[in-house]
């Protein structure tokens, strides 16, 4: 089942101007990351932020992380065109030996030129 | 340095067939993870192997199973496919796994079962 839930769920702006997506999840976390998906092909990693972590940066990029409210935002600034994809945030549960990434819905992000 | 690739990039398939998609993930990359993507559920795990062995499982059905060899590359198989197996099939592989680093996505496999 899915854990995270993204919002919104499509989102559309103009180049230039910034995009913000939030995650929330469900379950107590060893870490969160996000991806970028274009039509339909494979996930690309973005970020990692452990749950000990508040905030990260990576380029045009910045995550938020808040285990209190369980929920996460990915603002991206000064969009390009290039932008344009799905984005998921994805958990890994905190449990001991779980590997798996559980992924939210997504975001479809598409910036106008 | 080459990046997680799966094979083949499209497949079509009858009801009832089996199928086995491969994937070689990055060199030095122990942990390979296959994940399932459909509209209606999105991405959902199906298992991860790190050194041959199978760490964790998501809820599919005993249809889908896979196997890591010694070299890391790892297959799935499908047996007695459905309609519903249609979807894209993704690899990701890690060096220990996502406890500590991303993964890295293959471009995936799409299955269309008829």
């Known amino acids: 089942s899915q854990q995270g839930e993204e919002d919104p769920q499509a989102l559309s702006i103009q180049e230039g101007e910034n995009a913000t997506m939030n995650c929330s999840y469900k379950t107590s976390i060893n870490n969160l990351q996000w991806y970028r998906q274009n039509s339909g092909r494979g996930l690309v990693h973005l970020i990692l932020i452990r749950s000990n972590e508040r905030e990260k940066h990576s380029g045009r990029l910045r995550v938020t992380l808040d285990t209190s409210k369980k929920s996460s935002s990915l603002l991206i600034t000064a969009s390009r065109a290039a932008d344009t994809a799905s984005y998921f945030c994805a958990t890994i549960f905190s449990g001991a030996g779980s590997y798996q990434l559980t992924f939210g819905k997504g975001t479809k992000l598409s910036v106008i030129p | 340095k080459a990046g997680v690739t799966q094979t083949p990039r499209y497949l079509i398939k009858t009801r009832g067939q089996q199928v086995t998609l491969s994937c070689s993930p990055i060199?030095?990359?122990?942990?390979v993870s296959w994940y399932q993507q459909t509209p209606g559920q999105g991405l959902q795990f199906l298992f991860e192997?790190?050194?041959?062995?199978?760490?964790n499982k998501g809820n599919f059905p005993g249809r889908f199973s896979g196997r890591q060899f010694s070299n890391s590359r790892s297959e799935m198989n499908v047996s007695t496919l459905e309609l519903g197996d249609s979807a894209l099939y993704l690899c990701?592989?890690?060096?220990?796994?996502?406890?500590?680093?991303?993964?890295?996505f293959g471009s995936g496999t799409r299955l269309t079962v008829v």
């Open positions: 990701a592989s890690s060096y220990l796994g996502g406890r500590d680093y991303g993964y890295t």
């Open positions: 060199s030095g990359h122990r942990s």
């Open positions: 192997y790190f050194s041959e062995t199978q760490r």
